[in-house]
Every structure is written in C-alpha cells, then in structure tokens.
C-alpha cells in the first residue's frame, strides 16, 4: 500500500522556496531531480487509468445484487413448485403402476387358461390321433366290409365348434390386451416426458446453491471494497507527484510536457503549464521526496492488485450470472412439467377407462372360455373313454369266446355222458326183460315195455352270433393299454 503524505510544515517565503529548489535540483549525485519528478508522475497518472476497473467493479456488484435477489427468489419458487409436481408425479407413478398391474395380471391369467386349454386340446387331438390310427379288427364287423378306424364312429362337430368360440376368445382377449398396453405405453411415455423434463433441472441443492451465491456476492462486495481503498491509495500518490511538481522550479511545465505521450484515456487536466511554485522548506521537498521515491516502486503492484481484483469479480459475477440462467432455466422447466402434468391430469380418466374396460372384457370372457373348457374336457375324457372301451371291448370278446368254449366243452362232455347212460339203461331194461318178463303180464305197467328215455344238448346260439376269435397279440395290447390307464 502507497504511504500518506508527509504533513506540511509552516509557509515559507518565496524564496525559501527557490533555494530549495535549486539545492535539490543539484543533489542525487547530480541526476535532476526534477527528472525523476515527472517520471513519477506520468507513471501515477498512467496508473489512474485503474479507475475503470472501478467504475466497472461498481457495475458488477449492482449487476450481482440484482441477480443475488432473482436467484432467492427463483430459487424459493422453484422449490415449490417442484415439490408439488414430484408429489403429483409420484402419484401418477402409482396410478400407473396399478394399471400396470392390472395388464399384468390379466396376462398371467389368460397364460394359465391358455395353458389348461392347450393341456385339454392336446389330450382331445391325441386322443383323435389314436382312434384314426387304431383299426377296428375285421372279425367284429360284418364280412366284406372296408376296414374302418375308430374315427370312424366319432363325430367331430362339437370339436369343431368349440374350436372357433376358442379363437374367438382368444381374439377378443388379444385386442383387449393391445387397447390396454398401447394406452399403458401412451402413459408411460408421457410420464417419461414429464421425468425427462425435471431431469434436467440442476442437481444442486437449493440451499446450497443459494449459500454459494451468497458467498460470491460477499466477496464481490469484499473486492470492490479492495479496489475501491487501491484506487484511494493511487490517487493520493497522484496527488502527492502533483504536489511535489508544484514546488519545483519548471515542474508544471515538465509535467504539462509529458502528458502528451499519455493514453487518450488518461486525464491531462491536472497541471496548469503557468502555475507559479507554491512556497515549501527544503526539509519538506526532501521529506515528501522520500515519500514519492518509495511509493513509485508500489504503483505498478498496485495496478496488477487491482486488475486481479477486478477479474476475480468478473469470474465471480459470472458463476452468479450463470446460476440465475439455471435457475430460470429451471423454473421454465418446472412450469413446463406443471403444464404437462396438468394436461396429463386431464386425460387421466381415459387410461383408468382403458384399465376398466380390459377387467370387464376379460371377465366376460374368461366365463366363457371356463364354459367351454369344461365342455372340451368333458369331449376329451369321452375320446378317452371310447378308446379304453374298446380295448375293453376286445378283451369282453376274448371273455365271451372263453366262455361259449368252456360251455361247449361242458356241453358235450354232458351229452357224451347222457348217451352212456342211455346205453347202460337200455342194456339194463333188456337184462330185466329177460330174466323177468316171461313172468310179468305186459298191462301190469303200460311203461313197461317203453325204450330207454332220450336226452339231448341243444345250442341256442345262432351261426352269425358265434364269437369271434381274436389274435392272441391284440388281446395282449388289449391289456396293456388297460394297465397303463390304471397307473
């Protein structure tokens, strides 16, 4: 810092004044000190070229104010507006996420029907498979008939019908999933925007970006305060360069001189050419002398303080400028997302429509899916039925043609023994007419004479009722097919 000025003494006589001067002119080992003088004062007014970055430094801080005081207040809305616009969204994310759900769960549901209606197709067509591939055996159907499958004798209209209400169903629940998941989309596009726009609000805490704001303000104010006592002390070493040239003899024409090769931005109205010196004792030129010769070698460092001074406060004014930009970027941020919320808001209750018209379409259809599925399953276990009776079919012909065997074995072992016994009658009515007849009258027993009785067997089974006989191995895959049912 530049040094205050040596008091002035009592006034001195004009020739006290000129004495001085000339010993002082004829000291310094003889280098002028007028010389040095106006060296001196060219580099002091050179220096009060510094005084702009004031006047600027002056500008900045009213700037900063003004901007100190957007930002609090744009800061202060912001916070409140984006308080009520995420609890909104928030809301909305609920809503969102239960419509979610209800596409979610009616998708599960339909996977689990579809499921169970491929599990009761799948038994119906193999079912159907096994019947086209299992051939009636020839020796149950009348002679000269062409072979025939089991498929021949099912009627496979029902199948048919309940195969188109199926699709239908299916259909219909595929067009209400789509209305349903486009208008979801539709939702959570829109919310995406509305977090889109948020997202780029800055992520800094208000407070603390507020504080910081502060914190630059103060310091601009601090160095303007710096710049303002600089720029005090350079003036005063002006002041004192202009004094001293006073009080030399030819000064204010040296002075006058030099000003011409001075910056068109520095004053030259300081020193009169026609100034007569003003009266000063030799110890007071010596004194101020000293004075001037230490604080020259200060000027320059001064200068370069104030210029630091001044582009820590451009910088500093420019954080506070660029966070008021933020923060009114922001706040158009924020109103856009408050514009879009409400427009969403709006158009909520088409989305919960959607959501409600899905849960009523699909309940409908869903019941009727249910009904014909039992419909379905009621055919499969029938297709499955017809298949095991037959092969229980072929084993009551393998049964029956054991028995009418086993009952012709008896029957001819029965008929076998009668004629042996009509025989044994017959030899023994001729053996007791022989030895008795002579003696018994022929009326005593009108039987007497009558031949033995005469049993027979008859079967009652006409030729075109005869079981069939039936290879050994379909009866074998008979009963296996039986035993695998049963398992």
Not at 139 to 163: C, K, M, Y
Request: proline share 3%; charged share 30%.
């Amino acid at each position: 810092m530049l040094t205050d000025d040596a008091e002035d003494g009592s006034s001195t006589s004009s020739q006290d004044a000129s004495s001085s001067t000339s010993s002082l002119q004829n000291s310094e080992g003889g280098r002028p000190i007028l010389e040095r003088l106006v060296r001196h004062f060219v580099a002091a007014k050179r220096a009060l070229s510094a005084t702009h970055h004031v006047w600027r430094a002056n500008r900045v801080v009213a700037s900063s104010k003004v901007a100190l005081e957007d930002i609090v207040t744009l800061d202060a809305k912001n916070h409140f507006l984006k308080s009520g616009v995420d609890r909104q969204l928030h809301n909305l994310r609920k809503i969102h996420y239960g419509l979610a759900l209800v596409a979610s769960d009616g998708h599960a549901d339909f996977k689990t029907i579809l499921a169970r209606l491929d599990e009761a197709d799948a038994k119906v067509k193999d079912a159907i498979h096994s019947a086209k591939t299992t051939m009636v055996e020839s020796a149950l159907r009348p002679p000269n008939e062409q072979p025939r499958s089991l498929h021949d004798f099912v009627d496979e209209h029902g199948i048919d019908e309940l195969t188109a209400v199926f699709r239908k169903c299916i259909d219909h629940t595929h067009e209400a999933q789509t209305r349903l998941t486009a208008s979801n989309g539709e939702l959570d596009e829109r919310l995406l925007t509305l977090e889109q726009t948020l997202g780029a609000l800055s992520s800094a805490s208000h407070k603390d970006e507020v504080l910081h704001t502060v914190v630059n303000f103060n310091a601009i104010e601090n160095h303007a305060t710096e710049m303002a006592n600089l720029l005090q002390s350079l003036v005063h070493h002006y002041d004192l360069c202009v004094k001293a040239l006073k009080h030399i003899e030819g000064g204010n024409e040296a002075a006058v001189d030099a000003q011409a090769d001075l910056p068109t931005d520095v004053s030259t109205t300081t020193i009169d050419r026609h100034a007569a010196p003003l009266p000063m004792s030799n110890e007071e030129l010596t004194e101020l002398m000293r004075v001037l010769e230490g604080d020259a070698g200060e000027v320059e460092d001064v200068v370069q303080e104030v210029r630091e001074h001044a582009i820590e406060m451009e910088s500093q004014s420019e954080m506070i400028a660029d966070q008021a930009k933020r923060l009114q970027d922001d706040h158009a941020a924020i109103r856009e997302a408050a514009r879009l919320l409400d427009d969403l808001g709006a158009s909520l209750e088409k989305y919960t429509d959607a959501a409600s018209a899905f849960s009523k379409r699909w309940g409908e259809v869903r019941q009727d899916i249910e009904v014909n599925q039992e419909e379905l399953e009621g055919l499969c276990d029938f297709y499955s039925g017809f298949l095991q009776a037959y092969h229980g079919l072929l084993l009551e012909v393998a049964r029956r043609r054991d028995l009418q065997t086993r009952m012709a074995k008896i029957a001819q072992e029965a008929k076998s023994k009668l004629e042996n016994l009509k025989e044994e009658d017959q030899v023994q009515r001729e053996s007791f007419k022989l030895e008795h007849g002579e003696y018994l009258p022929k009326d005593i027993w009108p039987n007497l004479e009558d031949p033995a009785p005469n049993f027979g067997i008859q079967s009652f089974v006409a030729s075109d009722e005869q079981v069939p006989d039936l290879p050994r191995e379909i009866l074998q895959q008979a009963v296996q097919r039986r035993h695998e049912r049963h398992l």
